[in-house]
């Protein structure tokens, strides 16, 4: 074992495959741990008969029911198909190499503002009920 042997660098497969496994499992474990202590209260039984007063969204719809509610019904349903189509599109807009994320400072800001825009979207969706 001299000074000129070489470190091994690390692989995908076992090193980082067999990390990857045991994080899963464990994560995997606690939720199974968790679904055990704590399982879901159960609500009363539908009846399709009787129609609720307030219809709610699932949780993931939450900010574009609020953009329905703030803005005309079709801006409303054209805004969504847009920013989908530029989401889309944009691996084939922006087809620089990725050096330093300081490159593409525009796209993470517009990333990141959307995601607030949604979250406070969202928000206000729940506590405006």
Same mark, same amino acid.
């Given at each position: 074992?001299?000074?000129n042997?070489?470190?091994?660098r690390?692989t995908? #497969?076992?090193?980082?495959? =067999?990390?990857?496994? @045991? !994080? =899963? ?7 199974v741990t968790?679904?055990?202590?704590l399982?879901?209260? #159960?609500? +009363?039984?539908?009846n399709?008969?009787?129609t609720?007063s307030?219809l709610? *969204?699932?949780? #993931? =719809?939450l900010w ?7 803005v005309?019904?079709?801006i409303g !349903?054209? !805004?969504?198909f @847009? ?7 944009? *691996?084939?807009i ?6 330093? =994320?300081? +490159?593409h400072? %525009?796209? @993470?800001?517009g ?6 825009l949604?979250f406070?979207?969202?928000? %206000?969706?729940v506590l405006? +009920?």
């Amino acid at each position: 074992m001299g000074m000129n042997e070489m470190k091994r660098r690390p692989t995908f #497969y076992p090193d980082q495959f =067999f990390t990857e496994m @045991i !994080v =899963f499992l464990f994560l995997v474990g606690v939720v199974v741990t968790l679904s055990v202590l704590l399982p879901i209260g #159960y609500e +009363e039984e539908a009846n399709p008969l009787v129609t609720p007063s307030t219809l709610n *969204p699932e949780w #993931y =719809f939450l900010w574009l029911y609020q953009v329905m509610k703030l803005v005309p019904p079709t801006i409303g !349903v054209l !805004v969504p198909f @847009i920013l989908l189509a530029i989401l889309i599109l944009l *691996p084939f807009i922006d087809t620089k190499e990725i050096h330093s =994320f300081h +490159e593409h400072r %525009w796209f @993470i800001l517009g990333g990141s503002v959307a995601l607030l825009l949604i979250f406070i979207l969202s928000l %206000w969706a729940v506590l405006g +009920e």
